[in-house]
């Protein structure tokens, strides 16, 4: 994919007009976060499970009763009974695999497009690497704890996760 950086005209020569390929932007259009999750999965060798809808369901089923809630769209900044800690540190994404450790996880993706189940920490940790995903979760099978990372950098814990998070330090850059 060819990607064409020009100047544009006029007084700001600083600003720069980038143009795509007409099949880059229909591609762009279409995003699926589950392509990256698919690609990350190829190059870091990792193998995870995607949950299917019935098994998905479930889970967020399992989210809503014990946080009361809902995993779509930006979950963690709406109105309703949060019992959560929060820090902000960019490195945020990092840190949840060494939460998670050798259990088992599940990979939220955002608005909970897609759940896949990861053998551990090491396997997202892997994963992750691989991926650039800038609004996730990730909660074990009991849901007894949930992880959060957004795009404002903010690594936000509920459940058995709370204490954890309120012991990472900020870090902005």
Aim: proline share 4%.
């Amino acid at each position: 994919m060819a990607i064409n950086v020009k100047p544009m005209t006029g007084d700001d020569h600083s600003t720069l007009l980038i143009s795509l390929p007409k099949s880059a932007m229909e591609h762009a259009m279409t995003w699926n976060p589950d392509d990256f999750v698919i690609d990350a999965l190829g190059r870091s060798g990792v193998t995870a499970r995607r949950l299917d809808a019935a098994e998905a369901r479930a889970l967020s089923v399992r989210v809503l009763e014990t946080f009361g809630l809902r995993l779509n769209g930006f979950f963690w900044d709406k109105e309703g009974p949060h019992d959560s800690v929060s820090v902000r540190n960019v490195d945020g994404e990092e840190m949840i695999p060494d939460f998670v450790g050798a259990r088992p996880c599940f990979f939220i993706s955002m608005y909970a497009k897609q759940i896949w189940a990861f053998a551990s920490g090491d396997d997202l940790r892997a994963a992750l690497a691989q991926m650039y995903m800038s609004e996730f979760s990730v909660c074990d099978a009991e849901v007894s704890y949930l992880l959060c990372f957004n795009h404002h950098d903010y690594l936000i814990g509920w459940g058995d996760a709370r204490t954890w998070v309120s012991l990472k330090p900020e870090k902005i850059d």
